[in-house]
């Protein structure tokens, strides 16, 4: 079946930009993840959903980074006035139930560069 | 605090060589699931296995295995008769109890030369 897609696969944009990236999971995953990669940090956890609703924010670097779930299905991760530090992969995943339990499943990965 | 540690950046075989890579945890909790991730050079993360902390089972799958020693902190990979296609970066992560987030090592580059 289909895994987790992410759109844009790349995204160039000026710094000071809004930006949105967008993650459709797998069907019928209830939980969703956002993670970011980068040179210096690795790979970090952003947020992550249950449903459509976001029991732990904590990974979000500042309010400048935001993140809706809609229908329990797609989200989409924001971040308002860009800076050259949010240069990096966003990574989604999503998996079956909460929790270590079940196994995350990761989308290519949105790179964001920002000039 | 850094949870879990790969000790090696980098390491290069020649095919057909083992090569086993290290991976050690920290965590409190007395359940917790360990993980190892594949990503090769095209960028998506790839799953491949998954242990909890009460089964310290080796398991081999082909030319995988997998060392969970709870009495170290250590859930070691090890690939049998490297093959070119195995040139990746390996990452090993820890998911703690009521916790929902995987906390991710630095992970490993494997490269496998003809």
């Known amino acids: 079946g289909a895994g987790v897609s992410q759109s844009p696969s790349n995204k160039v944009t000026e710094k000071g930009k809004d930006v949105e990236l967008r993650c459709d999971p797998i069907?019928?995953?209830?939980?969703l993840y956002w993670y970011r990669q980068s040179l210096g940090q690795g790979l970090e956890f952003l947020i992550y959903f249950q449903g459509n609703s976001a029991p732990d924010k904590s990974g979000l670097p500042s309010d400048r980074f935001s993140a809706e779930r809609t229908g329990g299905s797609v989200s989409t991760l924001t971040i308002q006035r860009t800076q050259q530090e949010d240069s990096a992969v966003y990574l989604c995943a999503s998996s079956f139930g909460e929790g270590g339990a079940y196994e995350q499943y990761f989308g290519p990965g949105t790179r964001l560069t920002v000039t | 605090a850094q949870k879990v540690t790969q000790a090696q950046t980098e390491i290069s075989v020649v095919e057909k060589e083992d090569v086993t890579l290290d991976c050690v945890y920290e965590?409190?909790?007395?359940?917790?699931?360990l993980f190892w991730y594949k990503q090769p050079p095209s960028g998506e993360l790839v799953f491949l296995i998954r242990?909890?902390?009460?089964?310290?089972q080796n398991e081999i799958s082909g030319r995988y295995s997998w060392n969970f020693q709870k009495s170290t902190s250590s859930f070691n990979f090890t690939i049998t008769a490297s093959q070119v296609v195995d040139s990746a970066v390996y990452f090993c992560a820890l998911s703690e109890a009521g916790d929902y987030k995987l906390s991710f090592g630095a992970g490993t580059t494997v490269t496998v030369r003809a």
């Open positions: 965590t409190r909790d007395t359940t917790y699931y």
């Open positions: 069907s019928g995953h209830t939980a």
């Open positions: 242990r909890n902390s009460f089964d310290e």
